[in-house]
């Protein structure tokens, strides 16, 4: 089917920057939506950001300025782009990436299985 795989998670110290990479495989035909979503130590996932096939993107009030999301439709890949980073962005980070994978099928969410992403006081 539909495999996502993330990279570029780490340890950084606060105020530094991270990027992360989401590759999407498989049998695709067409991605529409892809995001980010985080989930910090015993809390709930969370929406960080989101971008559509035709590049508009949205992001959570707590990271507007700081983060940035793009992706390359020809590789198939959303990157995040994290600056300014913060002890609160201390979470695993996830992508989902809304997939057809046949001509006039239905769309389907993808998950991919977290990155790690910490940030030191």
């Known amino acids: 089917q539909v495999q996502l795989v993330e990279s570029g998670g780490g340890l950084v110290q606060a105020g530094g920057s991270l990027r992360l990479s989401c590759a999407a495989s498989?049998?695709?035909?067409?991605?529409?939506?892809m995001a980010w979503y985080r989930q910090p130590p015993g809390k709930e996932r969370e929406l960080v950001a989101t971008?559509?096939?035709?590049?508009?993107?949205n992001y959570a009030d707590s990271v507007k300025g700081r983060f940035s999301i793009s992706r390359d439709n020809a590789k198939n890949t959303v990157y995040l782009q994290m600056n300014s980073l913060k002890p609160e962005d201390t979470a695993v980070y996830y992508c989902r990436a809304n997939v057809v994978i046949i001509i006039r099928g239905p769309s389907l969410n993808y998950w991919g299985q977290g990155t790690q992403v910490t940030v030191s006081s």
């Open positions: 498989g049998s695709i035909f067409r991605i529409n939506y």
């Open positions: 971008i559509t096939s035709g590049g508009s993107t």
